[in-house]
C-alpha cells in the first residue's frame, strides 16, 4: 500500500513542478508589461509637459511681441500673426514697385525702436520677407523686374536697407523672397491677391539664420 502512495507522489510532484515554472513565466512576463507600460507612461507625460512649456513659451513670446509694438498694431498698420509681423504691399510700395511711399517708410521707422529692443533681450534676428500675388508680371515692358521672385526679393532688400538706415543693426536683420509662394488667402480676385502682396517681419533664433538675400 506504501509503495502505492509514494508512486502517485512521485507521478504528482512533477505536475506541480511544471505549474510552478509556469506561473514564475506569467508572472515574470507580467511584471515585465507593467514596467513597459509604466515607461510609456513616463514618456507620454515627460513629452505632454514638453509641449505645454513650449505652448507657455510661446505665448509669453507672442504677448512680448504684442506689448513691444502695441502702437503700430492699435492704429490697425500692421499685423501680427504667429509671431509674424505683415504689411500691406500697397501701404510699402506701388503696384510693381520697389520704391518704398512715403507712409511705408514713416511706418517702417517707427518700427525698428521696438523692435531692436525686442531682439536685442532675446538675442534673435529679424527675418523680413517679400510676398507677390500669382500674377506674372513678365514681358510687356511694364515691369523691370524678370518676375515675381526678383519684385519680392527687392521688396524685401529695400525693408531691410530702410530699417538699417533707420537705426536697425545690420548683424539683425536678413531679407528672404518667397515670390507668389505661401498665399495667406487664394489669389481669387483683386482684393485677395491685394492681401498676399505684403512683406513680412518675423523674429527668428540665430541658428537658422540662411540669408536667402543681404543687404
Known amino acids: 500500500m506504501e509503495d ?4 502517485g507522489m512521485e507521478q504528482t510532484a512533477p505536475v506541480w513542478a511544471v505549474f510552478g515554472d509556469l506561473m514564475s513565466g506569467l508572472l515574470g ?25 513650449k505652448r507657455q513659451v510661446e505665448e509669453q513670446r507672442r504677448m512680448t511681441l504684442e506689448k513691444a509694438l502695441a502702437v503700430p498694431l492699435s492704429s490697425g498698420r500692421i499685423t501680427l500673426t504667429n509671431g509674424r509681423i ?14 518704398l511711399q512715403p507712409e511705408g517708410r514713416e511706418l517702417l521707422s517707427s518700427l525698428v525702436g521696438p523692435l531692436k529692443s525686442y ?3 532675446r538675442d534673435e534676428l529679424l527675418m523680413v520677407s517679400g510676398f507677390t500675388d500669382n500674377k506674372s508680371i513678365r514681358g510687356g515692358g511694364k515691369s523691370q523686374f524678370e518676375d515675381n521672385w526678383e519684385l519680392s526679393a527687392q ?11 533707420d537705426g536697425m543693426p545690420s548683424s539683425m536683420v536678413f531679407a528672404a523672397a518667397f515670390g ?5 488667402t487664394p489669389n481669387v480676385d483683386d482684393k485677395s491677391r491685394a492681401q498676399n502682396r505684403r512683406v513680412e517681419m518675423a523674429p527668428v533664433p540665430k541658428a537658422i539664420n540662411n540669408k536667402v538675400a543681404s543687404p
Do not use: C, W, Y
Open 29 to 53: 512576463a507580467f511584471v515585465l508589461l507593467l514596467v513597459g507600460v509604466l515607461i510609456v507612461h513616463l514618456q507620454l507625460v515627460t513629452h505632454l509637459e514638453d509641449e505645454v512649456k
Open 180 to 184: 507668389s509662394e505661401q498665399p495667406i
Open 86 to 99: 505683415g504689411i500691406s504691399g500697397r501701404v510699402l510700395f506701388a503696384m510693381n514697385s520697389d520704391q
Open 4 to 7: 502505492t502512495v509514494d508512486a
Open 119 to 121: 531682439l536685442a533681450a
Open 155 to 165: 521688396r524685401a532688400l529695400t525693408v531691410t536697407r530702410a530699417l538699417i538706415e
